[in-house]
Structures are given as C-alpha cells and as structure tokens.
C-alpha cells in the first residue's frame, strides 16, 4: 500500500489521517485543547469527552464488490485504511460521520495509476464493467465531492488516487509557465518550482493536503485577495483523460478561437474525464513585501475601505476584513472592532508606496491604522531572497501571501496582526478537528456578491443561521464573517459557525443549518460557493443558480466525453448509463 507522506519540521515521516486533516497527532497539543476548552466550554455547556475515532481495522465495511484485472492489480488497494480513508472528504459531517465509525460509502477499491497510460486503462476497465470512478487528489473536499456515493446501477465504485502523479515536468523560465503532474500536492509544486526561483503562489487553506489537479476541477481560489486568484487565471492549457480519448488544449497566453476548451474542465469536479497534467503560469518568488492593519467600529462600516482598494487598482496581495468575534477567536483583535488586514508583495519593485496609498484610503473610510503601516521599509532583497530559498514546504512559509515587513519595519501592532491570523489561518483545520470531538458543531460557507448586495446578504445571512441554530436548540452559538477575496465589482464573505452539538444529533443539526445557509446566500444573490466547488452537498442549489439550458449542455457533454456515465456519478449532474 502506498501512503502519502509529508515531511514534518523534524524531518520524520508521518502517515496520513484516515479520518480528519493532515497527520496523525499533528493537531493541537494538550495545552491548546484546554485552551479551547476553557474558551468555549460554559458557553457551550462542553462534557470534557473527546470522541476518538475508531481505528481503520474496526471498521465494518462491506467486502469489495469488484476484482482487479491482472493489469491493474499492482495499483489496487482493499486495504481498511485506504478505503476508509478514501471515503470521505474532511467536512464537519465527513468528520462526525468517521468519528461514529459510520463509512457509509467506502470505494471498493483504490487505485493508485503510476502514469497517464494507467489513468487510460482504469477507466476503460470502468466504463467496460460499469464501475463509476471518482477521481482523489488531496482528499481535502468539503462538500462531498470525493465520497463515492454513486446511487444505483453500478458494479462498484473506485477511486482513482493520482498521488503518484506529482511531478514538475517541465518548466519554461521564458514564459514563465511549467508543465506539472494533477496529483502534485501544494507543498511538493513548489518545492520542485523553487530551485527554479518561482512559484505558482496558490496557497488555499487547504494547501498542504490538496493537489493541482484537485484544484483545477474545483475551480479553487487561492491566497491572493485580489488579482489572479482563481486558477482559472492560471492555467494555459490541460490534458485531460475522458472515457472517450484524451482531450489536450493548445498551449497559448489567450485565444480567440471561439469557447475555450479549458473552461469546459476547470471546475467540471471529475465528472468529464480525470485531468492529468495541466501547463500553469507560474512567477518569480516575492523579495519585497509590507503589510499592516486597521480598525473599523464594525464588519459593516469597514466594507467601502475594502470597496475602495479593490476599485483602486493597487490590487493587495492580501485584503481580510475580519469581524470582531472572529478576530478575536483568531488573536488579532480585542473582540470590539473588525480588523483589516492588508498587504502588498512583487518580485520586481518595492511595494512601500502601494501600501501608503492604501493606508490613505482606509484611513479617508474611518479606518484607525495599527503601528507603522504606509511608513517606507519592508524591503531588503537580500534578506527576503534568502528566506525564498527555504526548503521547508509548511504554509506558515510558503502559503503567506503577505509575510511581514523585511528589516527596518519593526514589530508593529499591523505586523502581529498579519502574523496572528497566518498561524490561525494555517492551524484552523487541525483546530475543527478537536473542536468537532470536543461536541462543538463547526461549519463554513462561502459565496460571492456584488457590492449593492453585500450588506443585505451578510444580514440575511447571519439572521437565517442564528435563527437555525436556535431551532436545533444551540442558541449559544455564534456566527463570524471575514471577506476572504475581493473583487472591483463584489467580494466574497465566508462565514463560520460554531455551537454546542447535541452528541448522536449533529448531522441533523447541521443540516438544518446548512440549508438555512444555502437558501440565504441564494435569496441574498450570492453565489451558492466561490471556491468550495459543488459537490454532493452543493448540488440542491447548483441546480437552481445555473441557467437550465446550460444544465441541458452540460449533460450532453457528459454523454459524450462519459457515454457510460461512470466518472464521479451524481456530482453536477444527475447519474445516467
């Protein structure tokens, strides 16, 4: 059996949790979850139990339904741990539903293809014996998209790992692209861009434990607030391979030559074919970097200073309004104002005079600037060159969009700021994970909305979920919203909840509350997901956001790319042979 494996600080090798993020043992330490504890226990009338899950071996699964051909064996698993671990995503109802021991869907049995040709023969094996065959970067989804929950009408279900898939193949310095593997993890791309100098500088949450090819299909945003941020900006061309052939794009910077057939696989979630390697525009590593922070009264009247930069065009690398509670849950605030986290990075040129621009924005917004921010420093090449050259892959490096100011700048109350909520941003997945055994119920959504509704849909929001948390008997709970990117013409605003979860009644709970959510954001003229992708759990309300016609489309795409209807069945569209 092949694990995936990263390396940690100490450089030892750690394996893979079957049923929450990252590691085993590599959340919080007792310390924390005391910590934890002791912040949310009254209020949350916490017992102090801490659910653990049961080991892989004690699971009852059914026994696999299909059998590898001899060609195909030396990549197939039926291991406990791999299917159970191949199961689920990491969403809060994956996590409940793992802790329980209840593996609803486990894939009968996981493939690892070691090359494209591989790729081609899982999937004339599928589509020959009717097996459905969902695709597995990273594992990292959060809204069912990896489960193998096919419906009826099939042999069994597969999925189809691309781990072994994770190399940089080749890298054009001239311009500036690389052509890279779909099963590369974030940590691995840039390790193999960096002796190189670049990077592709796409850092989402789930970084460390998400793949290229994971990416592409969801449609993933990235760490930069503004600018190129979805990897739709990015990619130059793919290859992709379908049950009907293999469909690879014309390697170009832009082409009028009538609808790109990149789009039609960016986002598409597997259901098209499995994409195997994509040519992606990458950039040199940042040497000069500022940022600071300011304080709004409220979430509300911080909005048109972050309307502001985002029409400017100084386009900052990083750009967080954080509510009160949320800041202060993260260590960024006091809990009496929402904070602004701005900051700017180039590979080129000194950014010091975009951050004092933005800093006479907020400030003509009512922003209260925090420490030094605006003020010239935050730029020694040398310094910041050398801190690129670091081989150690951990996002709380790599994955800072805007790391703190070079030499010269300070410890500034703006700098703690950037600096607290990196390592909460980074650390909050392991943090879930203890939440949700400590009974804590823990759910994110995200959408996107044009500015004239921004306001509204955050209100209607935050009522239609206080409202459903009451209704499943968690009134103590609380809801916090941060914008995590931001547009000239809109932003996107991912809200948090956490309360107490009755233990043997949280998937109802959640539930509820999810589907106060997902018709507030649809009412409010958001998107039903801006970066989350679809999935399982999505599908409701992706139903309702697209146009019908297009739905009609992109079925018929499907019956032709995937006759057999056997790649990812159920997700964007309806399973079908």
């Known amino acids: 059996m092949v694990r995936r494996q990263h390396q940690r600080d100490d450089q030892a090798m750690a394996r893979r949790s079957w049923w929450g993020w990252g590691i085993e043992g590599g959340g919080p330490g007792d310390a924390e979850v005391a910590a934890l504890e002791d912040l949310l226990g009254a209020r949350f009338g916490l017992d102090g139990h801490r659910q653990e899950p049961p080991a892989p071996g004690d699971l009852e699964l059914p026994p696999p339904r299909v059998t590898p051909p001899p060609a195909l064996a030396d990549l197939a698993s039926a291991s ?32 690892r293809p070691r090359n494209e040709a591989d790729v081609v023969a899982v999937l004339d094996w599928c589509t020959s014996n009717q097996v459905a065959a969902v695709a597995y970067g990273g594992g990292s989804s959060v809204v069912g998209g990896v489960e193998p929950d096919v419906g009826e009408g099939y042999g069994g279900a597969v999925s189809v790992d691309l ?19 779909a099963g590369a993890l974030g940590p691995s791309l840039e ?34 607030a503004s600018g190129p941020t979805h990897i739709d900006d990015v990619v130059e061309s793919l290859r992709v391979v379908t049950p009907a052939g293999i469909v690879e794009s014309r390697r170009l910077p832009a082409s009028g030559a009538g609808p790109s057939p990149d789009r039609l696989f960016i986002g598409s979630e597997g259901v098209l074919g499995i994409i195997t390697e994509a040519w992606v525009r990458v950039r040199p590593r940042p040497r000069w970097r500022s940022s600071g922070s300011c304080r709004f009264p409220s979430f509300l009247a911080g909005l048109p200073a972050v309307q502001a930069l985002a029409q400017s065009g100084l386009q900052p690398a990083n750009c967080r309004l954080v509510d009160p509670l949320e800041a202060v849950m993260n260590g960024v605030g006091s809990g009496s104002e929402a904070v602004l986290l701005v900051g700017f990075e180039s590979a080129d040129h000194p950014v010091d005079a975009a951050a004092r621009r933005a800093a006479e924005l907020v400030a003509d917004h009512g922003g209260r600037l925090d420490g030094s921010w605006g003020r010239p420093g935050g730029g020694d090449p040398a310094q910041a060159g050398a801190g690129s050259r670091r081989t150690d892959p951990a996002p709380a490096t790599d994955t800072d969009a805007v790391a703190t100011p070079g030499p010269g700048a300070g410890g500034t109350a703006g700098d703690d700021a950037n600096a607290g909520w990196r390592a909460a941003f980074v650390r909050a997945p392991y943090l879930r994970d203890v939440l949700v055994q400590l009974g804590v119920l823990c759910e994110t959504f995200e959408t996107a909305v044009t500015w ?7 209100d209607a929001v935050v009522s239609a979920v206080t409202a459903a948390l009451a209704e499943v008997g968690a009134s103590a709970g609380t809801v916090t919203c941060r914008l995590t990117h931001v547009y000239p013409d809109g932003a996107a605003p991912y809200f948090t909840v956490l309360a107490p979860a009755r233990r043997g009644d949280e998937l109802r709970q959640w539930s509820v509350v999810k589907q106060a959510a997902s018709e507030a954001l649809l009412a409010g003229g958001g998107s039903i997901t801006h970066h989350h992708a679809v999935g399982r759990d999505h599908r409701a309300w992706y139903d309702r956001q697209r146009p019908d016609l297009f739905a009609t489309v992109l079925r018929a795409a499907k019956g032709v790319l995937d006759p057999a209807g056997v790649c990812n069945p159920g997700v964007l569209v309806d399973p079908f042979r």
Do not use: C, N
């Open 80 to 111: 406990s741990e791999d299917r159970a671990g191949h199961a689920m995503g990491k969403s809060y109802r994956d996590v409940v539903r793992a802790l329980r021991g209840e593996v609803v869907h486990p894939p009968d049995l996981v493939l």
């Open 163 to 181: 781990g072994l898939l994770d190399k940089v193949v080749e890298v054009d310095p001239m311009s500036r692209s690389a052509r890279i593997q």
């Open 191 to 224: 390790a193999q861009l960096r002796p190189s100098g670049l990077t592709l500088r796409h850092f989402p949450q789930s970084f460390e434990w998400s793949t290229l090819g994971g990416w592409i299909a969801t449609r993933a945003g990235g760490h930069f």
């Open 452 to 458: 004239d509704r921004l306001a509204a849909l955050h």
